[in-house]
């Protein structure tokens, strides 16, 4: 795991029993040995790590053998081979030792789908066939041929060499980049360097891939000379996260338009060197703080867009890097309540917490147009972040074709007053709680408002309509309701996230919504919480001039305390004065009055505490995150001391495990809270009142 606790293997997942880490919302998990799920190592990091660990256990054993050279997928006239390497001064007699292969993992269309997946394998010294490897040598096994393996080699696989005692003396994984056609995967030097793409040379002195071979197989944009870490290198910085380096050749990153920039990362990954558009994001925080958040777009030399897996997530071109220093946790915030809505079963941005380094206004910084990479561009950690977009990957929503169906996809939010010039804007104008429309903003589709009219007239008449049920005497039945324009489950993930996280703008900034094709509005992406979970000092809600302190009033607390709702805080008088409307939490505040909606509500919550979110589960993400971000994190508070830095810490490193801490206590302490008040809905006896 990416925490450094080990897989317990095997796992059951969906009512299957799996033996290496299992899918689940565009990332690998696995659980450890006290059952608690977290992330999978990436392969290319477990990889160096074993290699590491058995290369020491290697260096105490005569034996001295190792997997050297692994070919999965052949060019034409190529067959899979392995090959192995003896370091040591003697013959080796392999009799009795075995390698063995990935457990495939069964297709759902299977036959034997429930049956479990076994390794295949090869074991050495079969009838007729040798079973030895001289000093200093190599032993080739080809695919099929006599005396060697039948086993086949995929583009995400492993391969284990075991002795006759069944110990395992080797072990190498591989991803597709590292499976690529005709170049095989091996160690330079041979026996005893570390893996990496090789010309198939089966038998000879291991050697490195030329880079035309590999720019003609791998993603456009990849970084085929490592040329991103080299740099790096060279100025002998190092880092337990992926870094990007962005150079802007002398430009200021401005607040639109996009400036050409060379962009790289450099991670355990495949890595990307070519150009993006990087652009200042973000309302406040692009105003008022020294460390900018950026919008990034990828292209290539002629400014064609280059989508591509960045960092191991899923391929696209717009992405977002959060910076800002108003989360002290350095991006745990958001990081978290991702990780929460991704926990529901739920889409929400992927992440990557990143150390970036901003190559700009060059005779500010002294470098006088030199172009040299130094420790002075260091820029501190990011979260790299997917934006919300349509995609099967991201939003999947259908694409939208209005000649053919007008009533889906779509993407829209509401965001307060933050309407950018050229936004498609609607209002929802019959909104029962005030004499103000409620303005809308469409994400998808994209065009001129002339050009979507049909778009918003639909969208306007189906949220008013909406609306007009929510003020109804039957707003609760289950036919006539509010059940026929909303997806319930999603309002109830949403809700449920929302309270979790406290979010002072959740109902009323960045609060994403979106409908398929022929079905209801759902609620969601959850986005942008970097002032959530308590921080001080929840504004726009009363009390953010003292600390956060007010209330309890009828959501039982104040806006930042681990006891109350964020829902109806705005129900008592005077305590929203600087935004009294509070966007959309008016419906949550009508729903909650749905005996029903409360008790989906309760069971829904008990189903997720029972499991993904669990007090051992979410301190066991904390864990895994925070364990990997710390270095980082110390880095980014002395860069940005004069900024974040506290005097009431002896250090910066006090200061960060102090915000760390707190988020993680604040967390449990309000879900705890929420378990005790949700409790009482579990049971109904009668419907809503229609009054």
């Known amino acids: 795991m990416e925490s450094g606790e080990k897989c317990a293997f095997p796992i059951d997942f969906d009512g299957k029993l799996e033996h290496d880490c299992v899918a689940w919302n565009g990332e690998e ?90 390794a295949s394998s090869f074991s050495f010294g079969g009838p007729g ?49 590292n499976a690529l056609k005709g170049i095989s995967y091996g160690r330079v030097p ?28 791998l993603p456009r944009g990849a970084d085929v000379t490592k040329s991103c870490c080299n740099k790096l290198e060279k100025i002998g910085f190092s880092s337990n996260l992926p870094v990007i380096v962005i150079d802007t050749k002398c430009q200021e990153v401005r607040d639109e338009p996009k400036i050409r920039t060379e962009f ?24 008022d703080h020294a460390k900018k958040g950026m919008a990034v777009k990828l292209f ?28 002290r946790s350095i991006g745990l915030r958001n990081f978290l309540a991702y990780n929460i809505s991704r926990s529901m079963g739920n889409y929400a941005s992927r992440t990557k917490f990143v150390e970036v380094f901003l190559q700009d206004e060059c005779n500010l910084r002294g470098r006088a147009g030199t172009g040299g990479l130094s420790m002075k561009d260091y820029h501190g950690v990011y979260l790299l972040e997917e934006k919300i977009k349509r995609s099967d990957k991201r939003v999947d929503v259908c694409k939208h074709n209005s000649t053919k169906d007008i009533t889906g996809g779509y993407i829209f939010k509401h965001d307060n007053d933050n309407i950018d010039k050229g936004d498609v804007v609607f209002p929802i ?148 004065k600087r935004d009294p409307v509070d966007g959309i939490s008016h419906w949550y505040v009508r729903l909650w009055q749905d005996p029903a909606f409360r008790k989906r509500a309760a069971d829904r919550w008990q189903e997720l505490r029972s499991g993904p979110l669990s007090n051992e589960q979410v301190n066991a993400n904390l864990d895994e995150a925070t364990n990997k971000l710390r270095p980082a994190a110390i880095r980014n508070y002395n860069r940005w001391r004069e900024e974040i830095g506290s005097k009431s810490f002896r250090s910066v490193k006090d200061q960060w495990e102090h915000e760390a801490s707190t988020l993680r206590e604040w967390v449990i302490e309000h879900m705890e809270w929420m378990d005790s008040e949700l409790a009482q809905y579990k049971f109904y006896t009668h419907q809503a009142n229609r009054g």
């Open 429 to 576: 104008k019959k909104r029962f709680n005030s004499k103000e429309p409620m303005p809308m903003v469409m994400i998808y589709p994209k065009g001129e408002k002339k050009d979507l009219q049909r778009e918003v007239d639909f969208l306007e008449e189906y949220l008013n309509g909406f609306e007009r049920v929510l003020k109804s005497k039957e707003f609760a039945d289950p036919n006539l309701g509010y059940a026929k324009f909303i997806d319930v489950d999603s309002f109830v993930d949403y809700f449920l996230g929302t309270e979790i996280t406290k979010n002072p703008d959740a109902y009323r900034g960045s609060t994403y919504m979106h409908k398929d094709c022929d079905a209801k509005v759902s609620m969601g992406p959850m986005w942008d919480y970097n002032e959530a979970f308590g921080m001080c000092c929840g504004y726009p809600i009363e009390g953010y001039m003292a600390s956060g302190k007010s209330g309890p009033g009828k959501s039982g607390g104040s806006a930042i305390s681990t006891n109350g709702w964020r829902f109806n805080i705005c129900e008592d008088y005077g305590r929203c």
């Open 300 to 327: 290539n030399a002629t400014s064609q867009k280059l989508e591509f897996p960045l960092l191991g997530l899923p391929k696209d071109d717009d992405w977002v890097m959060y910076g800002p220093e108003t989360d």
């Open 29 to 118: 998990w696995c659980r450890d040995g006290a059952g608690l799920w977290g992330k999978c190592m990436p392969k290319e990091e477990a990889t160096a790590s074993a290699t590491a660990s058995l290369s020491s256990l290697l260096g105490a054993s005569p034996a001295g053998v190792t997997i050297n050279e692994v070919l999965a997928r052949g060019a034409k006239g190529q067959v899979d081979f392995i090959e192995l390497y003896n370091s040591g001064d003697e013959e080796v007699d392999l009799a009795g030792w075995t390698l063995e292969d990935r457990p495939k993992k069964k297709k759902k269309d299977d036959a034997d789908a429930d049956a479990d997946a076994t």
């Open 190 to 217: 041979d026996g005893v360097g570390g893996f990496q793409r090789t010309e198939p040379t089966g038998g000879d002195a291991n050697e490195g891939v030329s880079v035309d071979k590999l720019r003609a197989e």
């Open 264 to 287: 790289c990362t450099c991670s355990d990954g495949l890595d990307y060197a070519s150009w993006a558009g990087v652009e200042i994001r973000g309302s406040s925080s692009a105003r």
């Open 129 to 177: 066939c040798s079973a030895s490897i001289g000093p200093k040598s190599v032993l080739l096994l080809r695919r099929g041929e006599e005396c060697s393996f039948e086993f086949g080699l995929g583009e995400k696989d492993s391969v284990t060499l075991k002795d006759a005692e069944g110990k395992v003396a080797d072990h190498v994984e591989w991803r597709k980049e």
